[in-house]
């Protein structure tokens, strides 16, 4: 099981979330999904190069020992980013979904006056 | 000089939100008096940062005077300061053009803004983390900015551009996330440096993949192109708006592609690749362009077709090719910009979006017929415009190889899908149309027609200013030029009346041909196995 490290296991939750992106047709799941695949890549992100044993990196700590600081400064970022576009997304589903009376993708996209 | 005493660069990119956000509660007109100023200095900092940059070599600025590699860091070099010119003209222009426009509200001024410091934080950024973040805030200015008239299907549109725009970054985050793991820094020169040193250039596949995903659907290279068309022809967005995206907006993906492909250049080199999407995205843009009966959106599928002409110059392999399609960036904003600008008016007058329905533009609007043909003119790059000159550049650069015939095929394609854009010139105008007495709309209309007739007479002096290299171009009358552009023109009208007429049936099949949401991330997906399967086998 030597094999099952975060690297790994972030690149299988992107691909799920891809998965969920391609297949779903609801709009809320496929929100969900590119949810997902940020959650995966800020999951990549904050573990990459982690050394086991590793204290967070706050002041008072032993420097040598402290996990690497700046992943975690930008995956605050990050997270801060993709919880405002998704708010965005979801904002614009509730218009959407009031105009075409429909959450599904295939559905809307015949609605849509053009 | 001026750069060494305060941080001309951090000026260039905080100005546009603090002066928005401060004269926001201002009333509507001294806020634009204001903005009016702003502008001008805009302008006048990006042409002193463009002299220091030609003169004195590329200007880096850190924050808090942290060393190389650790700091944040904003960076101008002779790859980004022409664009940084070029984008604050523009904006300058397009706010002139607009100042008089009923919806041209405080909100509308704030958030055109924040896509100006959006665009110019993207072009100096010297690290990729920064590009990623202010490439989100750019996301949701645009996302915002396209539907801000609330028509017909706008929240279709918003929807479809944010979702697939979200996804890709979702790509970028990841790829960063591996590049960071490998290199340990985020900065472009430092990535670089580390990237010469890895021995093993398979373990740099997947990273390269992952950002040139999302890159690859910014600067909208087939097959990921389907949101482009939805956002800049979208009926909702202001003209200034679809001039914006497609004259600036799309240029940072090339230029971030131009960039990433120099940070992995020590260990992976597909300009093969991206030259024959290149080409492949001309070709489709300009089929999907001569199909539609949209005016707007023969544009903005035309400017699909124009991106993969750049891409095709920029991965061609010689420096003549790669500057002409620096130069076909430029000269493309300015034309492109001008024909959205000049089919907003003409549609807001006649009030319809419809081709076949507008006439006699020359006779209602001469200005803007002028103006709107002087754009015609350069796209299709009639000798003496600007268009001329940068394809002549990417011709020769390809010479000898298949790609030439492939050029001529792209630029038939441009001549056939104009001289369905032109018809509409020509003819008699209904008689509900009235012409246009604002004097902006008219002015600036009219000066960046003269830009686009300026930049083909002086096309040598133009690329020696912008680039600083020096290319004998046979001058803007070359025997050359006129006999292929004659041979271009005859075949395009002839295609165009002779073929196209006649296929009507066709054509409306390709536009019912609607693509859905997990369509569009199936051929993400689709474009990222192909590219890392492509890298695998190569690399």
């Keep these: ?114 | 000089m001026l750069i060494q005493y305060i941080p001309t660069l951090y000026v260039l990119v905080l100005l546009p939100v603090v002066v928005g956000a401060m004269g926001y509660f201002l009333p509507r007109r001294i806020y634009q008096g204001v903005l009016l100023v702003f502008g001008l200095a805009m302008v006048g900092i990006s042409a002193v940062v463009f002299y220091e940059v030609r003169v004195l070599g590329e200007v880096i600025e850190h924050v808090a005077g942290w060393g190389e590699s650790v700091s944040i860091s904003l960076r101008a070099d002779e790859l980004s300061a022409p664009l940084v010119l070029m984008t604050n003209v523009l904006f300058f222009a397009f706010f002139v053009f607009n100042s008089r426009a009923p919806y041209m509200d405080n909100t509308f001024q704030y958030l055109f803004m924040t896509l100006q410091c959006a665009l110019l934080a993207m072009f100096l950024s010297g690290d990729l983390f920064n590009v990623y973040v202010v490439m989100e805030v750019g996301m949701l200015a645009v996302c915002i900015l396209i539907m801000y008239k609330k028509e017909k299907q706008s929240f279709y549109d918003g929807m479809m551009y944010l979702m697939i725009n979200f996804l890709a970054m979702a790509f970028m985050l990841l790829g960063l996330g591996y590049l960071y793991r490998i290199t340990g820094v985020l900065d472009f020169i430092g990535m670089h440096d580390k990237i010469a040193q890895i021995n093993d250039p398979r373990a740099l596949v997947l990273p390269y993949s992952l950002i040139m995903t999302a890159i690859a659907l910014k600067a909208a290279l087939f097959p990921l192109f389907s949101w482009l068309p939805r956002a800049h022809g979208a009926p909702s967005a202001p003209s200034i708006i679809s001039a914006t995206l497609s004259g600036v907006q799309v240029k940072v993906g090339v230029y971030l592609l131009i960039r990433m492909q120099w940070v992995f250049s020590p260990a992976i080199d597909a300009s093969v690749f991206f030259a024959v999407l290149g080409f492949v995205t001309a070709v489709v843009g300009f089929l999907l362009a001569v199909s539609q009966k949209d005016i707007k959106l023969i544009l903005a599928y035309h400017t699909v077709s124009q991106v993969g002409l750049i891409v095709l110059g920029l991965n061609g392999g010689t420096p003549y090719a790669f500057w002409g399609g620096m130069y076909h960036i430029i000269n493309h904003a300015m034309f492109k910009g001008l024909l959205f600008l000049t089919a907003g008016v003409i549609i807001d007058h006649y009030g319809t979006r419809n081709y076949a329905q507008i006439r006699g533009v020359f006779r209602r609007m001469p200005w803007i017929g002028i103006a709107g043909f002087a754009g015609v003119l350069g796209i299709t790059g009639t000798p003496l415009f600007n268009g001329s000159i940068s394809k002549y550049l990417i011709q020769n650069g390809l010479q000898g190889n298949l790609a030439e015939i492939g050029m001529f095929i792209v630029n038939l394609g441009t001549v056939l899908s104009f001289v369905k854009y032109s018809t509409m010139f020509f003819g008699k105008a209904p008689d509900h149309v009235k012409p246009i007495k604002d004097p902006y709309v008219n002015g600036v209309s009219m000066v960046i027609g003269f830009g686009c007739l300026a930049g083909g007479i002086f096309g040598a002096q133009a690329v020696q200013l912008f680039f600083g290299q020096s290319y004998n171009l046979g001058g803007a009358l070359g025997a050359e030029k006129l006999t292929m552009f004659a041979i271009t023109l005859a075949l395009g009208i002839g295609l165009y009346f002779g073929v196209v007429t006649r296929i009507g049936g066709f054509l409306q099949r390709v536009r019912d041909n609607k693509v859905n949401f997990n369509q569009v991330s199936l051929l993400i997906a689709i474009f990222f196995a192909f590219l890392t399967a492509y890298l695998y086998l190569t690399v």
């Design chain 1, 1 to 114: 099981m030597q094999w099952i490290d975060s690297s790994h296991l972030s690149l299988g939750l992107f691909f799920v979330g891809l998965y969920g992106v391609i297949s779903q047709r609801n709009v809320i799941k496929t929100i969900i999904s590119i949810n997902i695949m940020d959650a995966a890549a800020i999951l990549f992100l904050i573990t990459a190069n982690l050394q086991p044993g590793s204290v967070p990196p706050i002041a008072g700590g032993d420097p040598s020992r402290m996990a690497d600081p700046v992943p975690q400064a930008l995956m605050i970022t990050a997270i801060v980013i993709g919880v405002s576009v998704t708010a965005m997304c979801l904002a614009l589903f509730i218009r959407m979904a009031h105009r075409y009376g429909s959450s599904d993708w295939e559905k809307i996209v015949h609605r849509v006056e053009d």
